[in-house]
């Protein structure tokens, strides 16, 4: 299954993208496809070996007047802001003449002018409505074109029929409904152009050029011409040009466009440095990791279009509505008509105008743009502070968070083991021995504590000799041969289920070290404890201000871990966490998340998306907290760049604010076209009062979203 995002021209309104969306899917081998009116977009899934791209382009423009727009080809959306512009002006200087003129007394002949001034405004100004509306009536549809092409031509040609029989005229009301609804187009397309800044600004940050070292010789290249292995050079204030590991030299780097906080990191030989970060105050020498479409902001770019893309399950109510809307109120409008000439007798001048306010006043683009622009700010909002979520649904869901579970390893601390403290417990074992051995297991470990031990032997210098026969038992520990020796490191459970009897020594030292919040382990053969060593997890800065803020949101915060109980307990404790799930086995974390959902509970699950992949795949909103790295990216719902626990309850916040901004715009779209249509079916509203209502609706949800973008 290939995937692809496409940039589609000619959507006019919400009744636009459901076309296109519907002729995609009816395609055979096409698996999804969704078109975002605010974006212009079409998100594709579909079977490359059934479905080509010449069969893609033939769907879109089958739907209409609709064309795909080629990946080379330059984004026009600048180009299509200035032309509304331009519209509107032209459309502007040829209608305020007669806006002025209806204020005086004017002789007959210059009624004349008035029809030569709206048949301008109309036919030229306004030909895009018009060509809308053939292009959908060739199909059997109608969208919002249809509605405004029906309603001018109404006023402009009923107009000619009352200048011949001497009756009211109405050619200023057809030019000012066009120059209305283009003012409405124009400053739609601005704040569509506002709210889709974001993803602009991600684009902007790739660098274009990187000075590539070969044979001692700088040149400078093309950031798409460089390969994994090669070997740049950056000097202090340039940006990295490619996700690279420093080879040689040390720096501060700025990787806020990465996770959103502005405090430079420190960074030295063999550490990753990530593209379109900006190096500080040192030169450095890097070598690629990533080619330029699999780098980090690459990677970020592709989440927040997927995300945008993506379709909130509220948007499918709403789709429903417009695929229909635009039928009905041609429906409503013919009723008016007729209501008032044969019901009410009201004549055809009466009857003619209460029809094409009807028309004019109806709006689907408000309806087409309630959701899709407040996901677009908020995804985007969100990409700047180092939250980027996947798909809509996520951010509609995260609001409904009951609980906040934490996997505590790397998320509500550093992930970053240190040893403590080692009491021998065998008289003539010494503590270098005794931790030689274990470092000699854990060497081979995976083990997240397996880090402590191996950063302890480089610090002391320790000679460690190879284990052979290394073990990892699940939950339990590890064991090997070490110096012909067996040898287990773990928890009590290890040691029972190896039959070793644990004398109260050495049990009073492991709940001591647990009492005080550091994991204890056991060091022993296959006869007795020789040891207890402590390690304990530094925990992050900010981890006690999230809890406490989530608490205060109403929202239950659990901590799980394969910790000891009293560890676990101590740990919570300071955190102020009273819910704590310890001894718990990597595989069966997700089994507790099902728990929790099993007393109809909605579970976000936090996690570094390591050995928790099945939990956070589990919960209702996966949280994937893993300082920008791939495993990171592939797991969770929501992927923080920043290793910060604030920042799930950022991710809360923003999606609550999105979430409500969605509430209100549709409120709105539904409020507005539930009460304005009766009120111009029933004439009180003229059609130009109804072409500056329709205008302003779609333009007042668009800057509604924009509100998300205010505040942190």
């Known amino acids: 299954m290939k995937k692809d995002n496409l940039k589609i021209e000619g959507m006019h309104c919400a009744s636009c993208a459901v076309s296109i ?41 089958s739907a209409g007047d609709y064309k795909v727009v080629a990946s080379g080809e330059k984004d026009k959306t600048e180009d299509q802001t200035k032309k509304s512009f331009q519209k509107f002006l032209w459309s502007l200087i040829f209608t305020l003449p007669m806006l002025v003129a209806m204020f005086f007394s004017m002789p007959m002949w210059f009624d004349w002018v008035f029809l030569v001034l709206s048949f301008v405004v109309v036919f030229v100004s306004g030909l895009q409505f018009h060509l809308g509306m053939l292009n959908q009536l060739k199909h059997f549809k109608a969208n919002m074109d249809t509605l405004v092409s029906v309603g001018t031509l109404s006023a402009f040609f009923y107009s000619v029929y009352a200048m011949i029989v001497s009756g009211h005229l109405y050619f200023e009301t057809a030019a000012v409904i066009i120059t209305l609804i283009l003012l409405g187009k124009y400053l739609e397309a601005k704040s569509k152009g506002r709210a889709s800044e974001a993803i602009k600004k991600l684009f902007a940050l790739g660098v274009k050029k990187a000075r590539l070292l070969e044979n001692n010789q700088e040149k400078e290249v093309s950031v798409e011409d460089l390969q994994v292995g090669n070997i740049l050079l950056v000097k202090a204030g340039e940006k990295i040009p490619l996700d690279a590991k420093i080879i040689e030299g040390s720096t501060s780097i700025d990787e806020s466009m990465l996770t959103g906080e502005s405090v430079a990191v420190e960074k030295n030989v063999g550490d990753q440095v990530f593209a379109a970060t900006i190096n500080g105050t040192g030169v450095i020498k890097i070598q690629v990791t990533k080619i330029a479409s699999e780098t980090m902001l690459s990677q970020i770019i592709k989440l927040v279009e997927q995300a945008q893309s993506s379709k909130a399950p509220m948007q499918k109510l709403v789709d429903k509505v417009s695929s229909v809307f635009v039928p009905s109120v041609i429906v409503i409008s013919l009723l008016t008509f007729a209501i008032w000439y044969f019901a009410l007798g ?59 579970m934490f996997d505590k390893t790397g998320t509500l601390t550093e992930g970053k083991p240190e040893i403590t403290n080692i009491q021998v417990i065998k008289n003539d074992l010494e503590k270098k021995n005794a ?10 470990s995976e083990h997240s504590l397996a880090l402590a031990f191996t950063k302890f032997a480089t610090e002391k210098s320790l000679t460690i000799p190879e284990a052979k026969k290394v073990q990892t038992v699940k939950g339990r520990g590890i064991k090997g041969l070490v110096n012909n020796q067996e040898i287990f490191l773990g928890n009590a459970k290890f040691v029972s289920e190896e039959k070793v009897v644990i004398n109260k020594e050495a049990e009073e030292i492991f709940e001591n070290y647990a009492e005080k919040g550091k994991t204890p382990i056991y060091l022993f053969d296959k006869s007795e404890v020789l040891a207890v060593i402590a390690v304990a997890d530094i925990l992050r800065g900010t981890a006690k201000e999230a809890v406490k803020k989530l608490q205060d949101q109403n929202i239950e915060v659990y901590m799980i871990t394969g910790d000891h109980r009293k560890t676990a307990e101590a740990i919570a404790k300071e955190l102020g966490i009273t ?37 956070l795949a589990q919960a209702d909103l996966g949280l994937a907290m893993g300082g920008g790295s791939d495993i990171a990216l592939e797991t969770g719902n929501i992927v923080l760049t ?54 302003l609706s779609s333009v007042s949800v668009v800057v509604n979203s924009l509100r998300i973008r205010v505040g942190h």
């Open 21 to 61: 969306e519907r002729s995609l899917q009816k395609q055979d081998g096409v698996k999804s496809a969704t078109v975002n009116y605010a974006m212009g977009k079409a998100y594709i899934e579909y079977d490359e070996k059934k479905v080509k791209v010449e069969d893609i382009d033939k769907a879109v423009t």
């Open 346 to 404: 009201s004549g055809f001048e009466a009857s003619i105008i209460n029809a094409v306010a009807v028309l004019v006043i109806a709006c689907p683009c408000a309806l087409g743009l309630a959701t899709p622009t407040a996901i677009m700010v908020g995804s985007g909002k969100g990409a700047e502070r180092g939250i980027l979520i996947k798909d809509s649904e996520s951010l509609e869901l995260a609001h409904q968070i009951q609980v906040v």
């Open 435 to 444: 931790l030689t051995l274990a470092c000699a297991l854990e060497k081979q």
């Open 579 to 615: 819910k704590v799930v310890a001894e718990v086995l990597p595989q069966n974390k997700s089994e507790e998340v099902k728990k929790l959902q099993a007393q109809n509970k909605v579970v976000a699950f936090v996690g570094d998306g390591i050995n928790d992949a099945p939990a």
């Open 642 to 695: 920043n290793s910060n626990p604030l920042k799930v309850y950022e991710a809360i916040r923003l999606s609550k604010k999105t979430f409500s901004t969605i509430k209100q715009n549709l409120f709105f779209a539904f409020f507005y076209n539930v009460v304005a249509i009766p009120l111009a079916a029933l004439g009180f509203l003229s059609p130009m009062i109804a072409a500056l209502a329709m205008s």
